[in-house]
């Protein structure tokens, strides 16, 4: 309802007043008669209206058309008592049910509450306040301490911690210092940042996460269109059957004309179909809503459905399983008193080094490196360094490097890359350096089987042994490696034919947009800010918490069976008073206080779906 709630309360008491006034002065005389009209004109001229409305414009049947005929109906065999009942507790059901619709959309609201109003801007050497629409990328910003972030961009100046919770839902406050990069719609907690800004306010964050969310709102689900349908084609039928009811005994029968115009009334007023054109689409709205607060960016309706039914999930490695970054982890000196040499000569034979390999070693070691002692430096592509440090001649990378000097090296079979070292001939030991798994990898597919999902397949352009390893660490059986982007899109549909299911990829939104798009879900892991993940992405997880892929799946499934709750429970109890009615064994107030409480019960139910933890 568009009203103001004031003038709903003051719509609601007048009413009732002059209702109870008609039926406190004796029934049937011209003082109650007027008593009651104004009191069903009070409350009901909107739905009238409407039914007036939706006539000049050829849309006949529905619930405004019933509860018009419905309650004139009454009044035309003078129970005028029951007629403005009906319209009274219609009236009332529909006000309790928009509260409950409306407070919920603001409790998403206030959860993507995101936006500022004004960002104070470096113009001339002093800072304005302008509007965030006119700061153009490359500006600078300052943000004071409990203001929001207005748009993306690079710390400059300045350390604080900022609450992320609205954009991730991780309540972790995340420490930014100079050279972090920032999102908009963060709040920063402590201390003013400079920042310089990469987006314009129309591409940034903020801006594209409401606009996802007022899309996915918009869209409907098959579930949804089924019930616009169903109502299209059972509200007709119904209006048919009232008729019927009346015409059938009287005519044929010598039934009471009176007898069987209350109850075709009361078979109208049941059949009112408002429990499944309120609580279907308030249903996935609240499941929208409650992924928005755990972190979750659903496109719409659709994709949300279809989470709850994907039997395959195929992963990208780098970045989505691993951490996408280079670590050690592991150390083999050849003789134990050789570690802090090893370290030494690794970290002097990598210092010139930019490769992500070179520096995860020299940050390793904690040691003073001495620039003098470095000679003769030289990269020998695709196998190593060739250096003499501090007068030995030093050897750093792969195994050919140092067998084609004639270096015995023991056999290796552990996974990664490995870094072996030798100075002066004598081999010292190896690195083994890889890109770490997740922490969070091994809970995702414990929940996932939890689930009942067993089917997992990686895809990723790593070699096969790196990508057996990660496999066979969280249990997936099917792996493909060596793979190029477009190689990727062809294994997507291969598994996909080989499935009659629907098959979800989950990447890191950068250079899996491919395929991504080629699934028929695509889920984005770690890429809020990027246009890859929020364009080429169904669902974007907006941090790289992986086990929020199955609280997005509780979330679907748990929204799916409140969905089907409503309908089965809403047609179940129409039909049983509908049959009742069309015998004679309920009355029309019976009748409209079962489809005003169904309605109350599936919004309420509906409601379960925000308010749940998951």
Same mark, same amino acid.
């Given at each position: 309802?568009?009203?103001?709630?004031?003038?709903?309360?003051?719509?609601?008491?007048?009413?009732?007043?002059?209702?109870?006034?008609?039926?406190?002065?004796?029934?049937?005389?011209?003082?109650?008669?007027?008593?009651?009209?104004?009191?069903?004109?009070?409350?009901?001229?909107?739905?009238?209206?409407?039914?007036?409305?939706?006539?000049?414009?050829?849309?006949?049947?529905?619930?405004?058309?019933?509860?018009?005929?419905?309650?004139?109906?009454?009044?035309?065999?003078?129970?005028?008592?029951?007629?403005?009942?009906?319209?009274?507790?219609?009236?009332?059901?529909?006000?309790?049910?928009?509260?409950?619709?409306?407070?919920?959309?603001?409790?998403?609201?206030?959860?993507?509450?995101?936006?500022?109003?004004?960002?104070?801007?470096?113009?001339?050497?002093?800072?304005?306040?302008?509007?965030?629409?006119?700061?153009?990328?490359?500006?600078?910003?300052?943000?004071?301490?409990?203001?929001?972030?207005?748009?993306?961009?690079?710390?400059?100046?300045?350390?604080?911690?900022?609450?992320?919770?609205?954009?991730?839902?991780?309540?972790?406050?995340?420490?930014?210092?100079?050279?972090?990069?920032?999102?908009?719609?963060?709040?920063?907690?402590?201390?003013?940042?400079?920042?310089?800004?990469?987006?314009?306010?129309?591409?940034?964050?903020?801006? &594209? %996460?409401?606009?996802?969310?007022? !899309?996915? #709102?918009?869209?409907? /689900? +098959?579930?949804?269109?089924? $019930?616009?349908?169903?109502?299209?084609?059972?509200?007709?039928?119904?209006?048919?059957?009232?008729?019927?009811?009346?015409?059938?005994?009287?005519?044929?029968?010598?039934?009471?004309?009176?007898?069987?115009?209350?109850?075709?009334?009361?078979?109208?007023?049941?059949?009112?179909?408002?429990?499944?054109?309120?609580?279907?689409?308030?249903?996935?709205?609240?499941?929208?809503?409650?992924?928005?607060?755990?972190?979750?960016?659903?496109?719409?309706?659709?994709?949300?459905?279809?989470?709850? &039914? %994907?039997?395959?999930?195929?992963? !990208?490695? #780098?970045?989505?399983? /691993? +951490?996408?970054?280079?670590? $050690?982890?592991?150390?083999?000196?050849?003789?134990?008193?050789?570690?802090?040499?090893?370290?030494?000569?690794?970290?002097?034979?990598?210092?010139?080094?930019?490769?992500?390999?070179?520096?995860?070693?020299?940050?390793?070691?904690?040691?003073?490196?001495?620039?003098?002692?470095?000679?003769?430096?030289?990269?020998?592509?695709?196998?190593?360094?060739?250096?003499?440090?501090?007068?030995?001649?030093?050897?750093?990378?792969?195994?050919?490097?140092?067998?084609?000097?004639?270096?015995?090296?023991?056999?290796?079979?552990?996974?990664?890359?490995?870094?072996?070292?030798?100075?002066?001939?004598?081999?010292?030991?190896?690195?083994?350096?890889?890109?770490?798994?997740?922490?969070?990898?091994?809970?995702?597919?414990?929940?996932?089987?939890?689930?009942?999902?067993?089917?997992?397949?990686?895809?990723?352009?790593?070699?096969?042994?790196?990508?057996?390893?990660?496999?066979?660490?969280?249990?997936?059986?099917?792996?493909?490696?060596?793979?190029?982007?477009?190689?990727?899109?062809?294994?997507?549909?291969?598994?996909?034919?080989?499935?009659?299911?629907?098959?979800?990829?989950?990447?890191?939104?950068?250079?899996?947009?491919?395929?991504?798009?080629?699934?028929?879900?695509?889920?984005?892991?770690?890429?809020?800010?990027?246009?890859?993940?929020?364009?080429?992405?169904?669902?974007?997880?907006?941090?790289?918490?992986?086990?929020?892929?199955?609280?997005?799946?509780?979330?679907?499934?748990?929204?799916?069976?409140?969905?089907?709750?409503?309908?089965?429970?809403?047609?179940?109890?129409?039909?049983?008073?509908?049959?009742?009615?069309?015998?004679?064994?309920?009355?029309?107030?019976?009748?409209?206080?079962?489809?005003?409480?169904?309605?109350?019960?599936?919004?309420?139910?509906?409601?379960?779906?925000?308010?749940?933890?998951?």
């Amino acid at each position: 309802m568009k009203k103001s709630v004031d003038y709903q309360v003051i719509k609601f008491i007048l009413s009732g007043i002059l209702f109870l006034g008609g039926l406190l002065v004796s029934s049937h005389t011209a003082l109650s008669f007027v008593l009651l009209l104004l009191s069903y004109l009070i409350v009901g001229y909107d739905v009238i209206w409407k039914a007036l409305k939706n006539i000049i414009h050829g849309e006949l049947f529905d619930e405004s058309f019933l509860m018009t005929i419905a309650t004139m109906g009454a009044f035309a065999i003078q129970e005028f008592a029951e007629g403005v009942a009906v319209m009274f507790f219609f009236q009332l059901g529909e006000y309790i049910s928009d509260k409950a619709v409306e407070n919920s959309k603001k409790q998403v609201s206030s959860l993507l509450d995101l936006r500022s109003d004004t960002v104070w801007m470096k113009v001339d050497n002093e800072y304005q306040k302008v509007d965030p629409e006119h700061v153009s990328i490359g500006s600078i910003i300052m943000v004071h301490a409990g203001e929001r972030i207005p748009l993306d961009g690079i710390v400059v100046d300045g350390s604080s911690t900022l609450d992320t919770s609205s954009l991730t839902g991780e309540s972790m406050p995340c420490f930014v210092e100079k050279g972090s990069r920032v999102l908009s719609g963060s709040i920063n907690q402590n201390g003013s940042l400079l920042i310089e800004t990469t987006t314009t306010y129309q591409n940034s964050t903020v801006s &594209k %996460i409401l606009s996802l969310i007022q !899309d996915a #709102t918009s869209k409907k /689900t +098959k579930t949804e269109k089924f $019930i616009t349908q169903f109502s299209k084609v059972y509200t007709p039928i119904v209006v048919l059957l009232a008729v019927l009811f009346v015409v059938v005994p009287v005519a044929f029968f010598q039934g009471d004309f009176s007898t069987w115009l209350y109850r075709a009334l009361v078979f109208l007023v049941i059949s009112c179909p408002c429990a499944l054109v309120i609580s279907i689409p308030l249903g996935f709205f609240c499941g929208i809503g409650a992924c928005s607060k755990n972190g979750i960016l659903v496109k719409g309706s659709n994709e949300l459905e279809r989470l709850g &039914k %994907i039997k395959t999930f195929v992963f !990208d490695k #780098t970045g989505t399983l /691993t +951490k996408g970054n280079f670590a $050690i982890v592991e150390i083999h000196p050849y003789q134990e008193e050789d570690q802090n040499l090893l370290l030494e000569m690794a970290a002097y034979g990598e210092y010139y080094s930019l490769h992500p390999v070179g520096m995860v070693i020299k940050e390793l070691y904690d040691g003073k490196i001495s620039e003098k002692k470095i000679k003769n430096y030289k990269e020998v592509a695709g196998y190593g360094v060739r250096v003499t440090v501090a007068g030995k001649n030093v050897l750093l990378g792969k195994r050919e490097l140092l067998l084609d000097e004639g270096i015995d090296i023991p056999a290796c079979s552990t996974v990664g890359t490995v870094i072996h070292v030798s100075a002066d001939g004598k081999y010292l030991g190896h690195f083994v350096i890889a890109d770490e798994l997740k922490e969070d990898s091994y809970a995702l597919f414990q929940q996932l089987r939890t689930l009942g999902i067993t089917n997992f397949i990686v895809l990723s352009g790593d070699n096969e042994s790196i990508v057996s390893d990660v496999s066979t660490k969280l249990g997936i059986t099917s792996f493909y490696a060596n793979l190029l982007p477009q190689d990727k899109v062809e294994k997507m549909e291969q598994i996909q034919r080989q499935g009659n299911h629907d098959v979800a990829f989950v990447g890191d939104g950068m250079n899996d947009a491919p395929v991504l798009l080629s699934s028929d879900l695509g889920i984005s892991m770690g890429g809020i800010g990027t246009d890859a993940a929020i364009e080429a992405s169904d669902i974007v997880l907006m941090d790289d918490h992986l086990e929020k892929i199955a609280t997005g799946i509780r979330i679907s499934r748990k929204t799916h069976r409140i969905v089907y709750q409503n309908i089965v429970f809403a047609i179940a109890v129409k039909v049983i008073i509908l049959i009742l009615g069309a015998f004679g064994f309920t009355s029309i107030w019976a009748a409209v206080f079962s489809d005003v409480g169904v309605t109350i019960l599936a919004v309420l139910n509906a409601l379960r779906i925000f308010y749940h933890r998951y």
